[in-house]
């Protein structure tokens, strides 16, 4: 009998682990589909000259950091950004120089980061979920090769 109880204790314990851990994975799936989302709404507003849509998808406290070669580092706020996009400055880009790859890399917690790669330069994004948002908190950019 104690084994029999046993055994039913422990096949509760794994299904009740197993649901869990499905849980977590989606949860997980979920919240990586909203960073592949707010990425790409933020290359969409660059592209297209949308500020209130760039607004929308950078953290209060945004920062951005250029790395072009040899010439010194450059920085950018999210009011900058905002302005940038609203100004129209990457409306400019032709169809072919406007595509992009979207990799999200990791998402711990309310934490994430991702990739975004263009023919022009490549971002590398850190993530915060903010009132159940993700929202891009700091860029480091990598222009050219």
Do not use: C
């Amino acid at each position: 009998m104690n084994r029999l109880a046993l055994a039913f204790s422990l096949s509760l314990f794994l299904f009740f682990n197993l649901s869990t851990n499905a849980q977590d994975n989606k949860t997980s799936g979920d919240d990586a589909s909203a960073v592949r989302t707010t990425v790409t709404n933020y290359i969409e507003a660059y592209y297209t000259g949308n500020a209130a849509l760039m607004e929308r998808t950078i953290h209060p406290h945004y920062h951005k950091h250029k790395i072009h070669g040899n010439i010194a580092i450059r920085e950018q706020t999210g009011a900058q950004l905002v302005q940038a996009a609203r100004s129209g400055e990457g409306t400019h880009l032709t169809e072919a120089a406007r595509t992009e790859q979207v990799t999200v890399l990791d998402v711990a917690g309310n934490i994430a980061s991702a990739k975004l790669v263009t023919p022009g330069w490549t971002d590398y994004m850190t993530l915060s979920k903010l009132n159940g948002e993700w929202k891009i908190l700091s860029v480091v950019q990598r222009i050219g090769d």
